[in-house]
């Protein structure tokens, strides 16, 4: 279905062969994630190039052609006309394949994920739920190193195949720093958890702060109205940029605004950090059946900080897919 | 001490300015392992690009000079001269950056990176121990995926930050798969079990195959022969083909040539697949202060499959880094 779509509009933009080769690409394509490299190359007659220790998972997984990967001429063989690459083709890669040819950077793929199909949305929502029940079975306590690998394990035992991306357990001053993954340091509050798990090669991105003292509460709330204000306004036919507008307004609003130091969201699917970016320099309109998240945070250097993050499949208004309270009793 | 290194070869080539991208040549080179998008661009004063949110930590963790990463037209203006590339930089990227440069793609970093420091081997090393002692503390037995989680969580707690890559365990006839990874299927033997640590962003990989019937074991004493011997053969001068040769000779002298569809090994570091790749097409020479893995395999299409892995590292003759006995006792 999809790939007929795609050879459709490849037609449309004069592209001959679409060069393939982004792990999450070939997945949405054809259903079979490759683990070591190999080539898609769509066309009228498409076909997967996969090593040979690959093939009996790629045919038994996709409905596509697979020949064996031996050498890039092989490949280049089977090229023909103008050739669509993706703007993540190493110039190594460009050299050997594409020199011979015309070529054009495309996004056709990137641009069709961007609206997952209700399969897609399914695969999401379930990440989340493993991801959620996995922090509520986790002891919030010892060492942040010993919360995260009870959460990994939790995450695993029911299923996912691995943590969607590097899980973050920061607490006490390391709250303050957004991106702190895990260190052996015991717990303080507030704790920023911020996690997600994989489902049928779908990522989760889920963030959760546990507060106690007033302070925290007070930062808590202004992070909360922003997240929901944010949340509120999504729509098809608003701007990524305009929806992190409102968080950054209201933060903004309360004297925090130098303390939200990253941007407000960003899709999510096969990949964690998907198209579009909910940032001030993305125009781009929200469109319906895209899944995003919504994360704003404020981070008083050299105290601690406090983010929310859920995930929202946009429908005519938004939909909150995460059943998870906001704030936690640990 | 590196860094000057790579500035005099830099010199040699007639390379002005190296835009380095790759997270693991960033951290060889600063110390500081981004983890979001930044750019290193080494010259007569080197300096380091990163997102607003990573400028503490990479301060703290690098002595270079950091500046924030706004947009890439701040990064071309400090560019001059001829520029050096990755092989692996997009294709976006230097339309972006390099367009009105001369531009030559070096591997200058990574050819640096082949031989390894006291301080990178003891790394590796640490690595090894956790994953070793995190397997021999795993209960091996219910799921393949409950196994997986198991000896994730013991490496986790062990302060491995992440596995080194998606751990195998495969068992009964997916053990005849090499990159099975996990199911949800009970485990029968034989159990290959392929897994790895990071410490101090290095990584382990090991595999051992638990075995049970005569037939396994058959195979078993075959694959330890020609990792044995292959391991035997390693010492500075030997070219990285050789050694692969020597272990894919022993396995055909049995029968077992087309059951052996992998390369032999490959260097392991900062990333779990580096150079040099122990294979037919690899004629370089192996050089001290290598770390190689050594991994033959037979797998015997519908039945079952054998690896053993190992890794070790080149001095004047081989020394394997793994403590852990070949066969173990589950």
Avoid at 83 to 101: A, H, P, Q, R, W
Avoid at 172 to 181: C, D, M, N, V
Avoid at 249 to 267: C, K, L, M, R, V
């Amino acid at each position: 279905m999809e790939l007929k779509e795609i050879l459709n509009t490849m037609h449309q933009e004069d592209i001959d062969s679409l060069i393939v080769l982004k792990p999450e690409n070939i997945a949405y394509l054809t259903g079979f994630k490759p683990t070591t490299s190999s080539v898609l190359i769509l066309k009228d007659e498409s076909v997967l190039f996969t090593p040979k220790m690959e093939i009996d998972d790629a045919s038994a997984q996709s409905g596509i052609q697979i020949e064996e990967l031996k050498s890039m001429d092989g490949i280049k063989k089977c090229l023909k006309g103008t050739l669509g690459i993706e703007d993540s083709m190493t110039v190594s890669t460009y050299k050997k394949l594409c020199n011979d040819f015309e070529t054009e950077v495309t996004d056709i793929i990137e641009s069709s994920r961007i609206l997952k199909s209700d399969d897609e949305v399914k695969s999401i929502k379930k990440a989340i739920e493993i991801a959620e029940s996995s922090l509520l079975n986790t002891d919030i306590s010892g060492t942040e190193n010993k919360v995260a690998a009870e959460l990994e394990y939790n995450m695993r035992i029911k299923e996912s195949m691995k943590p969607a991306f590097e899980t973050i357990v920061a607490s006490g001053i390391r709250s303050s720093l957004p991106h702190a993954t895990v260190s052996s340091h015991n717990l303080e509050k507030p704790v920023v958890v911020d996690w997600g798990a994989v489902w049928n090669n779908y990522c989760s991105d889920t963030t959760r702060t546990i507060i106690e003292s007033e302070k925290h509460t007070e930062i808590f709330e202004i992070v909360l109205e922003a997240q929901k204000k944010a949340i509120k306004v999504i729509k098809p036919g608003i701007k990524a940029s305009y929806v992190d507008k409102v968080a950054r307004d209201i933060i903004g609003e309360y004297g925090y605004a130098d303390s939200f130091i990253h941007s407000t969201g960003h899709g999510l699917g096969l990949e964690v950090h998907e198209k579009p970016s909910i940032s001030k320099n993305d125009q781009s309109k929200l469109q319906k059946g895209m899944v995003i998240t919504v994360e704003p945070g404020i981070y008083i250097k050299g105290e601690f900080g406090v983010r929310i993050e859920d995930v929202i499949h946009v429908k005519n208004r938004s939909t909150v897919l995460n059943k998870m309270k906001k704030k936690l009793d640990f």
